[in-house]
């Protein structure tokens, strides 16, 4: 099952595009500002959320236009399309009829790399946590509904330390639904993460990295739904002097490491950073080979030399994911060899504009 056939309206630099689409991956080069990476950001749409610059609608209808964006999808036997009208949430219809958004999550995994990422392993934790959710989420569709669940209740305990309620009985069935939400998200991590490290495969020239997830301050790192609930009642006279939740799942961070000296991914190199992401994402996406999987990688043949972009360029056609990927010179594709479709990409006044290259 493939994305067949893409179309754009009003989203971005694109006041229209339509792309007809095979499994072979697709290489768009352009200078800096053409709108490459925007057509990225409108496939990864066709996930549910807010898409991989994690952006609201509204800067993403076409400035100056005053109207809304409109992506249109051929997937598999499916027509999706997914639209948001100026000043109004997002839309997804499905074949005609409207659908949730979380309807796109079933139709295919999309996972994406973009150089927002680069500083993932040197930055705060809540990148790395949303790096991991993500590829949780893809192995576990209940996380997201984990996700609120915890939310919900830790939003509502919050209220009750910002208004110094001291009573542990407003506490209890609060911190009961954090655990029990809690323990479900540590559970989907700790699996995902299983899955992650037997799908890495250093034969393809990307390192392996050693994952462990820290499930929060004072917590071991699989606390099961009593060790959360015991934690956050002993912390309640810290939380309340700060007026908020200060640990537990929600505070979670990814460490990773590798090679023969475990080196900790925060001190290795830009380029030896960028690798262990893209062993992560492939490893992902082979975990996930018996499902329809769509890979975003913006931008990410910068910063590899000519042997790992060869390696990249192979476990891609290996893996046979769809895979959507950009680049500022056509010379950065070179080592596919005729096995991608490239296309040029330009903007010669506000509109961005595309050409297949021979
Ligand atoms: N809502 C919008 N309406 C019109 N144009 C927009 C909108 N949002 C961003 N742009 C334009 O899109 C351009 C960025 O496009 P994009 O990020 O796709 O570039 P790119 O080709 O990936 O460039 P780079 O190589 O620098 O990453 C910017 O020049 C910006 O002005």
Redesign the pocket.
């Known amino acids: 099952m493939i994305l067949s056939h893409l179309s754009l309206a009003q989203f971005?630099?694109w006041p229209r595009l339509a792309l007809d689409l095979d499994a072979r991956p697709v290489a768009l080069y352009?200078?800096?500002?053409?709108?490459?990476?925007?057509?990225l950001e409108a496939i990864s749409m066709l996930s549910p959320g807010r898409g991989m610059r994690g952006a609201p609608p509204a800067?993403?209808?076409?400035?100056g236009v005053g109207a809304g964006w409109r992506i249109r999808a051929r997937i598999g036997e499916d027509e999706v399309e997914t639209t948001a009208p100026p000043a109004a949430r997002r839309e997804v219809a499905m074949n005609g009829k409207p659908a949730p958004q979380t309807a796109l999550g079933a139709l295919m995994r999309v996972i994406w790399l973009t150089p927002a990422m680069d500083r993932l392993w040197t930055e705060a934790p809540e990148g790395r946590r949303r790096f991991l959710d993500r590829i949780t989420l893809s192995f576990h569709p209940d996380h997201a509904e984990a996700s609120l669940g915890y939310d919900k209740a830790m939003r509502e305990r919050n209220r009750l330390l910002r208004d110094q309620v001291t009573d542990p009985g407003w506490y209890r069935a609060l911190e009961s639904q954090m655990a029990s939400a809690g323990a479900r998200l540590t559970a989907n991590r700790l699996a995902a993460l299983d899955a992650i490290t037997a799908a890495q495969d250093e034969s393809t020239g990307f390192p392996a990295a050693r994952l462990r997830l820290m499930a929060g301050e004072g917590f071991a790192d699989d606390p099961s739904e009593a060790d959360i609930a015991g934690r956050l009642a002993a912390m309640r006279p810290r939380d309340l002097a700060a007026g908020r939740s200060l640990t537990g799942p929600h505070r979670a961070d990814l460490g990773a490491s590798w090679g023969a000296q475990d080196m900790p991914a925060a001190l290795s190199s830009t380029g030896e950073q960028k690798a262990l992401l893209l062993s992560l994402i492939l490893a992902n996406a082979r975990a996930l080979s018996d499902q329809p999987v769509l890979l975003l990688l913006?931008?990410v043949a910068a910063h590899l030399d000519a042997d790992r972009r060869d390696a990249l360029y192979d476990q891609i056609t290996a893996l046979g994911a769809q895979s959507f990927l950009?680049g500022?010179g056509p010379e950065l594709f070179a080592e596919f060899a005729g096995r991608a479709r490239r296309f040029a990409?330009a903007?010669p006044d506000?509109a961005s504009e595309i050409r297949e290259a021979d």
């Open positions: 971005r630099s352009g200078p800096n500002g053409s709108g490459k990476t925007n057509v800067d993403q209808a076409r400035q913006d931008e950009t500022t990409v903007r506000t």
